[in-house]
T-cell receptor, first 110, second 115 residues
Framework: ETAVFQTPNYHVTQVGNEVSFNCKQT?????MYWYKQDSKKLLKIMFS???????VNETVPRRFSPQSSDKAHLNLRIKSVEPEDSAVYLC?????????FGEGSKLTVL | GEQVEQRPPHLSVREGDSAVITCTYT??????FFWYKQEPGASLQLLMK?????EINEGQGFTVLLNKKDKRLSLNLTAAHPGDSAAYFC??????????????FGKGTQLIIQP
């Protein structure tokens, strides 16, 4: 049963455009994350938010910015996408320590 | 920081055979251990969460072994069936508090079950 909702699930765009992915969790968790999964399926943590406070930023490019209005929402904005941004972006929430993933947002940059 | 090595990266077995995926970790303070399954085009689903105090955990059609002395975690699929074809990821976490900096994923194993 899905409790972490991501939109859109697919997005195709051109280099230089802006993209936003939305994530909402209905589990009441305090901590949410964005992971990037590349074409080789490697998972890399991008951001972590604990009750709206950014607590991890794993040296991602500055064109990526997380946005959170409350602890149930964590969006990801990419300003001026580049080809290497093509990947699946996975949102997750956690408590206690176990991650619950959304279905992912697949970004294709042409 | 924690290093997690997962092997093999690719594994192909025949239906009915067993499949073993192994992760080794470096941090002796690792506390929770996870196996996730990712079917094609889908997200990661938790297969099993293992506490550091339990060495053998059995699920439906699989067994997870934790060897704390050797810092090794393994997933053993018994009598594999086509539905087991997926990518599998181990994850290791330090301590009891939240924080992505405490969770490290393996690089994944792509498992293919041949009929």
């Amino acid at each position: 049963e899905t409790a972490v909702f991501q939109t859109p699930n697919y997005h195709v765009t051109q280099v230089g455009n802006e993209v936003s992915f939305n994530c909402k969790q209905t589990l009441g968790h305090d901590t949410m994350y964005w992971y990037k999964q590349d074409s080789k399926k490697l998972l890399k943590i991008m951001f972590s938010y604990n009750n709206k406070q950014l607590i991890v930023n794993e040296t991602v490019p500055r064109r990526f910015s997380p946005q959170s209005s409350d602890k149930a929402h964590l969006n990801l904005r990419i300003k001026s996408v580049e080809p290497e941004d093509s990947a699946v972006y996975l949102c997750a929430s956690s408590y206690p320590g176990q991650l619950y993933f959304g279905e992912g947002s697949k970004l294709t940059v042409l | 920081g924690e290093q997690v090595e997962q092997r093999p990266p690719h594994l192909s077995v025949r239906e009915g055979d067993s499949a073993v995926i192994t992760c080794t970790y470096t941090d002796p303070n690792s506390y929770y251990f996870f196996w996730y399954k990712q079917e094609p085009g889908a997200s990661l689903q938790l297969l099993m969460k293992v506490f550091s105090s339990t060495e053998i955990n059995e699920g439906q059609g699989f067994t997870v072994l934790l060897n704390k002395k050797d810092k090794r975690l393994s997933l053993n699929l018994t009598a594999a069936h086509p539905g087991d074809s997926a990518a599998y990821f181990c994850a290791v976490r330090r301590g009891n508090t939240e924080g992505a900096d405490r969770l490290t994923f393996g690089k994944g194993t792509q498992l293919i079950i041949q009929p």
